[in-house]
């Protein structure tokens, strides 16, 4: 790999000047996108299967616009790492009855589940990378985060090579969006305490 820093003005030249979005507001190309929430009840995996389905199909978004705006369709990767088979067919045939979609159509959502994938191996980085090169991927799913290397969460040494995997796949064209818990908020006065979602995310503040 060649190291040639260009000058500011040529580099500023050679940025497009619109950003463009695949998600209008939402998630944009050249991007890494987290979907956090609380466990079981934040809804994350509900979102990124619906995003996902939108995005595969070209279907708008099911929430309440004037003028609901046109998603960028295009080929999609959704890289799964938990949940029992039976359970997880039935909420994606749910999910693709209520938006009024058939199974034929999906044909640009690319699923796997639960076969072991490690982003702390950059072999398994550069397998990714490969397919999504050879089927025009504009958006890679994982869910969830913390399923897909082998290192403790919490120690930002453990969590670097994963993320530059994440990165490497980023640069070579998809957006990436991570699927991610929060920590459970402390009570008070039998109600959860208000805390910031950004100060809620488990694990390193590399994440």
Known sequence: MTFAPTALPAWLESVVQKQTWIVPDLVSTDSIVLIDGPRKRGKKT????????????GRPLP???ESPQAIMQGPVLYLEEEGTRVATKDRWLKQIKGLGLSVEACEYLFYSHRVGIRLDDPDWAERIVRF???NGVITVIIDAFNYTFSGDENKSSDVKLPLESIRAIRATGPSVMMV???GKSSPAAGKEKEIDMDDRSRGSTAI
Request: glycine residues 0%; contains cysteine.
């Open 180 to 182: 991610h818990h929060v």
């Open 132 to 134: 999504c090169s050879e």
């Open 46 to 57: 509900l979102w990124a299967n619906t995003l996902a389905l939108c995005i595969a199909t």
């Open 63 to 65: 929430i309440e616009a």
